[in-house]
């Protein structure tokens, strides 16, 4: 028999996400944050809107959730009315929130004293390719969860890893962000550069994206850079909040990452120009400030 | 009539540059550093093999050179039987060598002097790509110089940008090898933090790649530097003058470029520790050295 699902989070991706399960035939129970959203969800997918999180992890046998941060994860797993109140011996929990590996181990202690198994699924890919169940999705835990929970994540990603133990998925996902961050620095400041030389810019993307300074960022962030729309895809608190997750885990293992400090220097810059809430394409903003020209 | 060509500098990647031209059909007389190198290579391509610089100068109405750096290039278009003593007004020089915009503006000012004119076009694409005459073309310098040399250059590119004045086509090119490197300097950071941390190196290498931290540099460079396969197909040595040229220049215009430094002291790091002539993959060496961890 196929397992119940609760998913735990309807935000911009949750949503998504969790429509493809609904898609693919699994019963499925959701609850999120703001009031009202849950029910309106259900009545569009065939799904059950519940009150609380421990009601969903009653109805489930796997309880998937994607917060925002840590803190949210702690608080549906842990907190009041949370996962772990509902004295479900055997459920699964899985986590595709990003929230840094020590989060997750954490998390993952106190729910096995309740009988309760997790795994760290963090993922890649934005708005589209949650829509189109084409996310990366890379997995920290036991190999027997993992396989327990792979036709669920099937169903919402196209490249799905088992990359490690518990919290391998989230440290994975964090370097992989905090290479994203220091390849969109060194981008930002060589536009800069090429600008201050009187390179003509639409020259420099043709010629660098053919070439091997090119990189992921430098498709996704040279328009927005150029055009100083910072509408937002990735938040830059939310990108700083990575790369020092990332960091702190670099701290543990002894391992220096120059080019992540670098990056993490850069985005503490650019929030603190006011811009924790824009796109984080807005870091060109410091390099122009820092070189005194505006490209 | 179709303009007569001259091509100094028959190495890995002038001698294919070269090839290109004499398929396409121009009349093509040639010198080499290597003595008895340009014999043979102009027997095999129906190509006038000359012995000195300015003779290849006398018969041909474009000079392209193709060679290692700035030094050679002052060497063959100024020294003694250079390219300036052929006293032939109306020549054009087009340096497709890679040797920083400071150079090529120097070598512009002296020819000028002798009514040659100049103009810079470094390329990127490494051997199969000269060969199959794909290769990225940047071009500084004049609209009618640039337009001249455009028959020639079609033959050996697949992309020919004129990208600005003189020296900017050698601007955007150190430019795009600073993106390269410091790119390469957080891979190598990112791949020795997750070996540190217990990632699995193979999913690390497939989920990355499918995410916003990727780059050419994880293509390229990952297998090698995961191997330790310092197999020369682009020199530490090298690279480091590129950065250096690249930072030199923002200095000029007072751009900071803070990841491009930190490249420079990994390169520099690599040099030291005997990786001169190796292939630049060889930065992970000085990553895992600071580390303490080898992936």
Same mark, same amino acid.
């Given at each position: 028999m196929r397992e119940r699902i609760g998913f735990l989070g309807l935000g911009m991706m949750g949503s998504r996400m969790a429509a493809n399960l609904a898609s693919a035939g699994f019963e499925l129970s959701v609850w999120s944050y703001t009031p009202g959203k849950a029910q309106r969800w259900a009545d569009e997918h065939e799904a059950v809107a519940l009150e609380r999180p421990r009601e969903v992890a009653e109805h489930s046998d796997v309880v998937i959730s994607m917060v925002v941060d840590a803190e949210q994860v702690r608080s549906i797993l842990? =907190? %009041?009315? =949370?996962? &772990? #109140? &509902? @004295?479900? %011996?055997g459920l699964l929990c899985v986590d595709m929130s990003t929230i840094g590996p020590a989060a997750a181990i954490d998390a993952a202690a106190a729910l096995r004293q309740k009988g309760i198994s997790f795994i760290d699924a963090p993922v890649t890919g934005s708005l589209p390719r949650a829509q189109a169940a084409t996310l990366t999705i890379m997995v920290g835990g036991q190999q027997q969860d993992f396989e327990r929970a792979l036709p669920a994540l099937q169903t919402m990603g196209a490249v799905i890893e088992h990359? $490690? %133990?518990? =919290?391998q998925g989230q440290m994975l996902k964090v370097i992989g962000n905090a290479l994203a961050a220091a390849n969109a620095a060194a981008l930002a400041e060589g536009l800069v550069l090429a600008s201050a030389s009187g390179i003509d810019l639409d020259a420099f993307v043709k010629v660098t994206s053919a $070439? *091997? $300074? /090119? *990189?992921a960022q430098l498709s996704m962030k040279t328009a927005a850079m150029r055009g100083h729309d #910072? /509408?937002?895809?990735?938040r830059t608190a939310h990108l700083l909040k990575d790369v020092r997750l990332c960091l702190e885990q670099a701290r543990t293992h002894g391992v220096p990452f120059p080019a992540a400090e670098h990056a993490r220097e850069l985005l503490n810059a650019t929030v603190e120009r =006011?811009?924790?809430? @824009?796109? #984080? @394409? @807005?870091l060109i903003e410091s390099v122009e400030a820092l070189a005194g020209w505006h490209i």
């Open positions: 842990l =907190g %009041e009315d =949370g996962v &772990a #109140y &509902a @004295a479900r %011996e990359v $490690g %133990e518990l =919290g $070439g *091997s $300074g /090119t *990189s #910072y /509408t937002p895809l990735f =006011g811009h924790a809430q @824009a796109d #984080y @394409a @807005a």
